[in-house]
């Protein structure tokens, strides 16, 4: 059985995401992780920058206050 393109690059992305899975565990992100927007989105895009972790990428988010967001009514 043959795999097309999509099945290769499928299997590719499934694979950059654990390597970046990988990088955030190495960091102790998901056992040391801050409450909060930054911590939650820091972890996400340490993962999704997959192996470019391994290249000096060290992706953080610090603050995730959107400026002039509406704010709830009280």
Known sequence: MRRGPGGI???LVIV?????AVACGQRGYFTNHTEGCGGVA????TILAGPLNYM???PKVADCNVPNAPQPSP
């Open 9 to 11: 690059i499928g299997i």
């Open 16 to 20: 950059w995401l654990i390597v970046g």
């Open 42 to 45: 820091t972890i996400a895009v």
């Open 56 to 58: 000096g990428l060290n």
